[in-house]
């Protein structure tokens, strides 16, 4: 069974520290991986994905096959960063329905 | 443009009466998701619609849950004779494109039950 790992429920850094959330998938096909968060009394919302190799609101995540991780980094964080935030695993080919982590409550102290 | 809308966003139900959440996804989306998330947990699956077949409903904890999507737009998720440990935030989501795709799932606000 596909399994997501995020082994902190939450995560405290001071405004312009570094943050990194983890995360750990098993899975033994080609991976889809997300980055959702959610804000304050607002909806989840995806945040990234691994295939778009992209950055938003200055975060990244590098999928790494062999250590089975896509970590999600911010160099400096910001206050407006304190959300929750949840690591998603689809495997596509039918079986469409994401698997979640349990999440990481990130906040960013002043 | 509007969003995934869910109805109610509140409800509480006595033990064992039965309950209905309304999904309304974004206009044109093909596919549609539920998920159940427990407090303090993330969301898990439960059902997942192509238009309106029911492609995959093996996230349902038991035959008490109930979900449909007749007209391949609006979907409910019904539960009968909840119990207690049915509490929990339930989303829904739709994705645009068809299955296998790797595309946004967009999120509704959920709906809170609480089961007394």
């Known amino acids: 069974a596909q399994r997501v790992t995020q082994p902190e429920k939450l995560l405290s850094v001071f405004k312009g520290a570094p943050v990194e959330l983890k995360c750990n998938y098993s899975?033994?096909?080609?991976?889809?991986l997300f980055w959702y968060v959610q804000y304050s009394r607002q909806r989840l919302q995806l945040l990234l994905r691994h295939i778009s190799r992209e950055s938003i609101k200055g975060f990244t995540a590098d999928l790494n096959k062999g250590e089975t991780s896509f970590h999600l980094k911010k160099p400096f964080a910001q206050e407006e960063d304190s959300a929750m935030y949840y690591c998603a695993h689809g495997s596509g080919g039918g079986a469409d329905g994401l698997t979640f982590g349990k999440g990481t409550h990130l906040i960013i102290q002043p | 443009g509007a969003g995934v809308s869910q109805s109610p966003r509140y409800k509480v139900a006595k033990r064992g009466q039965d309950v209905a959440l309304r999904c309304d996804p974004i206009?044109?989306?093909?596919?549609l998701f539920w998920y159940q998330q427990a407090l303090g947990q993330g969301p898990e699956f439960l059902t997942y619609?192509?238009?309106?077949?029911?492609?995959?409903k093996s996230g349902l904890p038991s035959d008490r849950f109930f979900a449909e999507r007749p007209e391949g737009s609006v979907s409910t998720l019904k539960i009968q004779r909840t119990q207690q440990e049915d509490s929990a935030v339930y989303l829904c989501?739709?994705?645009?494109?068809?299955?296998?795709?790797?595309?946004?799932?967009?999120f509704g606000p959920g709906t809170r039950l609480t089961v007394l």
């Open positions: 206009s044109g989306h093909v596919s």
């Open positions: 619609f192509q238009n309106e077949a029911q492609l995959d």
């Open positions: 899975y033994s096909g080609s991976p889809e």
């Open positions: 989501a739709s994705r645009p494109l068809l299955p296998g795709g790797t595309d946004t799932q967009y």
